[in-house]
């Protein structure tokens, strides 16, 4: 079955600089990939998406790129702010409406210094 | 928005005792609901998937009897924890999907300490 890495496990950063975080599957099925937050104590926030059907999507200050044939994906926060400090998960599915589920990478403990 | 609510937040019952936990959609058609727990130091590990009208597919070290699914319609699902252990312990998340979208939304989860 599919397998996610996420590689850094955890990651500081000055406000202001850019954070990036890397992802990396198994499955070349897998067609979605969508990221979450989530803040001490509290459930995962949605924060965005990409689908295979492109390589990169921007919003805002986040942007996710997908190089399909390293099966690897990544989150660029830029101009990161104190408030980004979080745990973010990278996860992969299918992106059929049948029987998909999401699989979870470790977490990225990203800690913005002020 | 899409909006999903669990409750109860946090919850403590003795081992070897039953917990109930619920999860209501609000905003959206929760067609697919998908349970995880993230045991501590961890990260999600998902027990089920339920689709209205369909049966619920547990993964595998996952059971019914362990952990019963019911989602009567498209706004709420509630899961039991039967017979808590110490490993029982954890967030455990619901996430809901609404049919031909992949997105699924998650509520703030229920959190299971077992004495």
């Known amino acids: 079955g599919e397998k996610v890495e996420q590689h850094e496990s955890t990651l500081s950063v000055r406000e202001g600089d850019s954070a990036v975080i890397n992802c990396t599957y198994t499955d070349t099925a897998s067609s979605y990939f969508p990221w979450y937050k989530q803040e001490a104590g509290k459930g995962l926030h949605f924060v965005i998406d990409?689908?295979?059907?492109?390589d990169r999507k921007q919003s805002q200050r986040l942007i996710v790129l997908l190089d399909k044939k390293a099966k690897r994906f990544s989150l660029h926060i830029t101009a990161t702010q104190p408030e980004d400090s979080a745990i973010y998960f990278c996860a992969a599915s299918l992106s059929n409406t049948g029987n998909y589920k999401y699989v979870f990478g470790a977490g990225t403990r990203l800690k913005v210094i002020a | 928005g899409a909006l999903v609510y669990q409750y109860p937040r946090r919850t403590i019952c003795k081992s070897g005792t039953s917990m109930r936990m619920e999860c209501q959609a609000v905003g959206f058609q929760a067609t697919s609901v998908a349970w995880y727990r993230q045991s501590p130091q961890k990260t999600f590990e998902l027990i089920a998937l339920?689709?209205?009208?369909?049966?619920?597919?547990?993964e595998q070290n996952f059971t019914q009897e362990k952990f019963p699914i019911s989602h009567p319609n498209l706004s709420f699902s509630s899961m039991t924890v039967l017979n808590a252990y110490l490993e029982d312990r954890g967030l455990y998340l619901c996430g809901a999907r609404t049919g031909g979208q992949n997105t699924l939304y998650f509520g703030a989860g229920t959190r299971l300490s077992v004495l």
């Open positions: 339920s689709t209205v009208n369909s049966a619920i597919k547990y």
């Open positions: 990409i689908r295979s059907n492109v």
